[in-house]
Nanobody, 119 residues
Framework: QVQLVESGGGLVQPGGSLRLSCAASGSIFSIYAMGWYRQAPGKQRELVAG???????NYLDSVKGRFTISRDNAKNTVYLQMNSLKPEDTAVYYCKVSATTPSGYREVWGQGTLVTVSS
């Protein structure tokens, strides 16, 4: 089994910053892609940023230049640095990990962490 533990969400004023973390643990042979998604009330879940095991990353257009995704392979952890936050960034943020385990290839979701951008 693979477990993901997210942290770093909270309430922040517009223009502020937050850093999300997602640590993977359990029976993991290797991790391929890691990513952050978000879901705002009444909206579909969307990919915010993703990063592959070779460090290639991609971003949702609306967060380019403000958010940075990174990973620490030694710690099986992915981060999302969010700067210049806007009210429209308010959502539950979920991490997702694609990994090879003793049971084969698995895609695992975190429990979600709430980010609220409001004055």
């Amino acid at each position: 089994q693979v477990q993901l533990v997210e942290s770093g969400g909270g309430l922040v004023q517009p223009g502020g910053s937050l850093r999300l973390s997602c640590a993977a643990s359990g029976s993991i042979f290797s991790i391929y892609a890691m990513g952050w998604y978000r879901q705002a009330p009444g909206k579909q879940r969307e990919l915010v940023a993703g990063i592959t095991n070779d460090g290639s990353s991609n971003y949702l257009d609306s967060v380019k230049g403000r958010f940075t995704i990174s990973r620490d392979n030694a710690k099986n952890t992915v981060y999302l640095q969010m700067n210049s936050l806007k009210p429209e960034d308010t959502a539950v943020y979920y991490c997702k990990v694609s990994a090879t385990t003793p049971s084969g290839y698995r895609e695992v979701w975190g429990q979600g962490t709430l980010v609220t951008v409001s004055s």
